[in-house]
């Protein structure tokens, strides 16, 4: 009797232990179920959801510039010219500007690491130089609307637009090396003027376009520097390889520096030291002569090698007003 009551007991434990196995099992799938329902309704949004242009957006991103090009005059409406007091207190201010594509000779590339202790994270954006000694700056950036702040995650998740911001010197940069606290790189790209003109035209093209026919930004596929990559391979097919560094833009420095897009006769180290402009931007912030100030701090005239020697490509004509293609 003793043995059958023994087993008995063993059954029943063990059949209890196998209903905790079974409900657990039901769980997990339970678990692994919602999952994949929610990353489905999640896919789901993500395919629907469309972009616009008609939000209430942030101060720094609610108005766009439109470009004008006939022949070589450009005007720009609506440039952004903010003064600040501090990276988030500024006067919002916005002008019509007149320039002479004759006159346009040089290209600029800014890197802005976010962090001192790991270079990734950054912003870049480039800037276009006069022999009159105008600059036009032209940052891609994630058009937020006033309650959102951007960060890389909900950057890969439709969150914003994205803005193709036309502003001054001062501004972009200014805010930036002065207030913001972040390295500010400035580099002189090896191009020629045609070059130049062509990568200018073809960037406000496509701003201009972005005013009617919105896109979302993407941290990974569509930022700042895959914009920047994307309209200089159109121009140079396969000039500048996609990769790691430019998802991680602040590494992007260091590719333009490998392709020899900027001086590579010295250390990427030191053109790192040469053309950080902190010290020059904190110094004239509020001069009428910045843009000449902080590539030259004593007032000697810049001088920029006109030619990529690594690439040997026509670079066919822009006609101006034509569409662009989407990246």
Avoid at 48 to 64: E, G, K, L, S, Y
Avoid at 153 to 181: H, M
Wanted: glycine share 6%; charged share 20%.
């Amino acid at each position: 009797m003793n043995n059958e009551a023994g087993d008995q007991r063993m059954n029943r434990m063990n059949a209890s232990a196998d209903g905790r196995k079974r409900v657990r099992r039901g769980i997990g799938k339970l678990a692994g179920a919602s999952v994949a329902l929610l990353v489905v309704a999640w896919a789901i949004a993500l395919t629907v959801m469309q972009p616009r242009a008609d939000r209430t957006w942030a101060a720094q991103h609610a108005i766009m510039a439109h470009a004008d090009v006939r022949g070589d005059s450009l005007h720009i409406h609506q440039m952004r010219n903010f003064t600040y007091t501090s990276e988030e207190q500024f006067t919002p201010a916005y002008d019509d500007r007149d320039y002479d594509l004759s006159k346009l000779e040089t290209v600029w590339f800014i890197v802005t690491p976010f962090s001192k202790t790991w270079r990734g994270p950054a912003h870049t954006f480039v800037s276009f130089g006069f022999s009159d000694s105008q600059y036009v700056a032209i940052s891609v950036e994630a058009r937020r609307e006033p309650t959102e702040t951007y960060s890389a995650l909900t950057g890969l998740f439709n969150q914003f637009e994205v803005i193709y911001v036309v502003g001054d010197e001062r501004d972009l940069i200014g805010s930036r090396a002065v207030y913001g606290g972040y390295d500010v790189y400035v580099y002189p790209i090896r191009t020629t003027p045609a070059r130049a003109r062509t990568l200018f035209t073809e960037m406000l093209t496509r701003s201009n376009a972005l005013a009617t026919k919105p896109e979302f930004y993407n941290t990974l596929t569509n930022n700042c520097t895959s914009n920047i990559v994307d309209h200089v391979n159109r121009i140079v097919p396969r000039a500048v390889p996609h990769g790691i560094r430019t998802i991680l833009p602040g590494y992007a420095d260091g590719v333009a520096y490998s392709l020899g897009l900027i001086d590579n006769s010295i250390s990427l180290d030191e053109a790192r030291r040469r053309f950080r402009v902190n010290v020059q931007a904190r110094r004239y912030a509020t001069s009428p002569e910045f843009s000449r100030r902080i590539r030259n701090p004593d007032g000697v005239a810049s001088s920029v090698s006109p030619v990529i020697p690594s690439v040997n490509v026509v670079i066919p004509s822009v006609s101006e007003g034509s569409p662009v293609r989407n990246p």
